[in-house]
Antibody, heavy 117, light 107 residues
Framework: EEQLAESGGGLVQPGGSLRLSCVGS????????MHWVRQAPGKGLEWISH????????AYADSVKGRFTISRDNANSMIHLQMNSLRAEDTAIYYC??????????WGPGTMVTVSS | EIVLTQSPVTLSLSPGERATLSCRAS??????LHWYQQKPGQAPRLLIY???NRATGIPARFSGSGSGTDFTLTITSLEPEDFAVYYC?????????FGQGTKVEIK
């Protein structure tokens, strides 16, 4: 079964850092692009970051550019999201998402990040 | 950034009725427009990609149409499990953007 599983969420103070991870299984991980999408409590979906299959191209939403860094480790079928200088408005469920046919075709269950003092 | 505007915000219908959801883009996205369904407490699920192609395992009662700036998701006969929030998303350029969502609720 094709699956994604996120980890690393939790409670962090404003200005702090957190590193999210996502492991893919059941498919050829290194072939496909990956993304992070987040959803603030009671709100809609926001795309925040992308990495291509080789890890040589990345893209970010303006809301996280300069603070978040996406990376991937194909040997271990993982992607990571390093989040620095966290703000209250970064509080959200963070979803790891696979890209196939340039669509978000497989989603993890999400990991909750809460930024609060 | 391409802005996607979905309408209506909420659609109140009964099981068996037809649902028509709209997504309008602030500029042409050709046919590079996808639709997702999200149920409470769950991750979104891809329904339609590139305007009109059903994703794997999606029932035939879901269909998509449109190109350029105006798109429609149609559910021909609502089943109880179809009451959810629906989002459109463009992949024409970066940043990828979503509409704000349409909630289909039971009347």
């Amino acid at each position: 079964e094709e699956q994604l599983a996120e980890s690393g969420g939790g409670l962090v103070q404003p200005g702090g850092s957190l590193r999210l991870s996502c492991v893919g299984s059941g498919y050829s991980f290194s072939r496909l692009w990956m993304h992070w999408v987040r959803q603030a409590p009671g709100k809609g979906l926001e795309w925040i970051s992308h990495v291509n299959n080789e890890g040589t191209f990345t893209a970010y939403a303006d809301s996280v550019k300069g603070r978040f860094t996406i990376s991937r480790d194909n040997a271990n079928s993982m992607i990571h999201l390093q989040m620095n200088s966290l703000r209250a408005e970064d509080t959200a469920i963070y979803y790891c998402v696979r890209d196939q046919f340039f669509a978000f075709d497989l989603w993890g269950p999400g990991t909750m990040v809460t930024v609060s003092s | 950034e391409i802005v996607l505007t979905q309408s209506p915000v909420t659609l109140s219908l009964s099981p068996g009725e037809r649902a028509t959801l709209s997504c309008r883009a602030s500029q042409s996205v050709r046919n590079f427009l996808h639709w997702y369904q999200q149920k409470p407490g769950q991750a979104p699920r891809l329904l339609i990609y590139d305007a009109s192609n059903r994703a794997t395992g999606i029932p035939a009662r879901f269909s998509g149409s449109g190109s350029g700036t105006d798109f429609t998701l149609t559910i021909t006969s609502l089943e109880p499990e179809d009451f959810a929030v629906y989002y459109c998303q463009q992949r024409y350029n970066w940043p990828r953007t979503f509409g704000q969502g349409t909630k289909v609720e039971i009347k």
